[in-house]
């Protein structure tokens, strides 16, 4: 079945950088567009991040653009959110998402929390 497994959250100073990873499986992952969403908290869950499945078009929320980086490594079967210039306003719990086999999948995702 499809798996979705994200990482690479944790506590940062303002400013600072994560990179988060989600390792998919369970479906032909080089043939998907990859997703990254984030909730914060007592919001509605925004898409931050997509990339095609060749990795050579990626799209941003304007909240992020120029400070995150999207890509995927169709060999390990992994996507990454390079997130730089951290701010206060990044903390939520950021999730990997497919739609693949016509449905949503979502992994259990992975808090990142930006505060000094």
């Known amino acids: 079945q499809v798996q979705l497994v994200e990482s690479g959250g944790g506590l940062v100073q303002p400013g600072g950088s994560l990179r988060l990873s989600c390792a998919a499986s369970?479906?032909?992952?080089?043939?998907?567009?990859m997703r990254w969403y984030r909730q914060a908290p007592g919001k509605e869950r925004e898409l931050a991040a997509r990339?095609?499945?060749?990795?050579?078009?990626?799209n941003y929320a304007d909240s992020v653009k120029g400070r995150f980086t999207i890509s995927r490594d169709n060999s390990k079967n992994t996507v990454y959110l390079q997130m730089n210039s951290l701010k206060p306003e990044d903390t939520a719990v950021y999730y990997c998402n497919v739609y693949a086999l016509s449905q949503d999948y979502w992994g259990q995702g992975t808090q990142v929390t930006v505060s000094s």
């Open positions: 990339i095609g499945p060749a990795g050579g078009s990626t």
């Open positions: 369970g479906f032909t992952f080089s043939s998907y567009a």
